[in-house]
């Protein structure tokens, strides 16, 4: 894979503040079907309301099968990884089951007892599952997330470092009744590192002609240009000096970015400086004036106008819009209590 693939997630997931868990660990026996929760209910008991939720299930033993309720389906075997990337609610099954369990139903015991194994099924082939999530700022996110289809599928087995990560998780997970001093902080990254794996498994494995952000993150030169303008956002960046960087002619730099993302690489600047904008005035305290700054811009006033260009109001009334949805959500109430082997990566 090119080495632009990884400089341009790296420089956006920087940004993006990735946060989850490892929180599932089923050992089904068929025939059994389970009605998964969706982003919605995740969102309630990790609080991140505010957030996408990816949900992932890494499939560590036996078959089974996912399908949505728009019926897409997809077939899996041991050491096969499934996202759903827009939390989408969906059934995991493997055989004819007389009932499909909801298990947001289960939701709060199965979080209370951290890592140890839900067990449901009529007895026959066993497959075992690690599910986790992953949350970030839905602006921020929306690079990569916007170009993934609602079910997606990676055999981790098929690249070393893939079947490194499975073989890790799964020893710790195997590990619950005799939890080790830093287990928790060690799962915790593998968690993090397994959803990045299987994002650059799934770029790998884009048909050449496919389009979106995550084909042209593929793209040697335009993958560079991304790498650059997510690294120096509020860099002077002009399209002279994006295509001398990329070693092409604006010309071609403009055709091949039109191809691949339907805009012009200043417009998607542009866009990106005020998403990062949006993203600090939501999480500093710092100035509108300093903001503006940090994200490229020469003046607060053009910041503002930008800004309102694109999210309808000015930024000052957009934070406190903002802090007034936190502090409403604060005020709700709590949901039931997770118990201490809930596994984070923040």
């Known amino acids: 894979m090119p ?41 309630r008991y990790f609080r991140t309301e505010s957030e996408s939720v990816i949900v992932y299930h890494l499939l560590t033993e036996g078959h089974a099968s996912v399908r949505l309720e728009n019926g897409d389906r997809l077939s899996l075997a041991a050491g096969d990884i499934v996202m759903i990337p827009h939390g989408d609610r969906h059934v995991v099954e493997n055989g004819p089951a007389t009932r499909t369990i909801d298990d947001e139903a289960h939701l709060a015991d199965i979080l209370s007892q951290g890592l140890k194994r839900w067990r449901v099924g009529g007895g026959g082939e066993v497959t075992r599952f690690v599910c986790g999530y992953m949350a970030c700022d839905p602006r921020l996110g929306q690079a990569f997330l916007s170009g993934l289809p609602p079910l997606l599928k990676v055999s981790m087995r ?120 949006a993203q600090m005035l939501t999480s500093t305290n710092n100035s509108v004036l300093q903001i503006a700054a940090d994200v490229g811009y020469e003046s607060e006033a053009a910041f503002n106008r930008a800004f309102k260009r694109e999210f309808e109001v000015p930024p000052a009334r957009f ?28």
Request: proline share 6%; glycine share 6%; net charge positive.
């Open 3 to 43: 080495n632009g693939v990884m400089d341009v997630l790296s420089e956006v997931l920087k940004v993006v503040r990735l946060h989850g868990a490892l929180f599932y660990n089923g050992e089904f026996s068929s025939p059994w079907s389970v009605y998964a929760v969706g982003s919605h209910a995740l969102a």
């Open 158 to 277: 098929a690249h070393p470092s893939g079947a490194w990560l499975e073989s890790s998780i799964r020893f710790l997970v195997d590990q619950e009744d005799s939890v080790q001093p830093g287990s928790e902080a060690v799962l915790a990254k593998l968690s993090e590192v397994l959803f990045v794996e299987t994002l650059r498994a799934w770029i790998a494995q884009l048909p050449a002609h496919q389009t979106g952000w995550l084909a042209s993150a593929r793209d040697p030169e335009v993958g560079k240009v991304l790498a650059l303008m997510h690294r120096k956002p509020a860099h002077p960046w002009t399209i002279a000096s994006l295509a001398k960087e990329a070693g092409m002619s604006r010309s071609v730099l403009a055709q091949r970015f039109r191809h691949y993302l339907d805009q012009t690489p200043m417009a998607y600047l542009t866009r990106w400086r005020l998403q990062l904008g």
């Open 319 to 346: 934070r406190s819009h903002s802090r007034s949805q936190e502090e409403t959500s604060k005020l709700k109430p709590n949901p039931p209590r997770i118990g201490p082997s809930i596994v984070k990566a923040e």
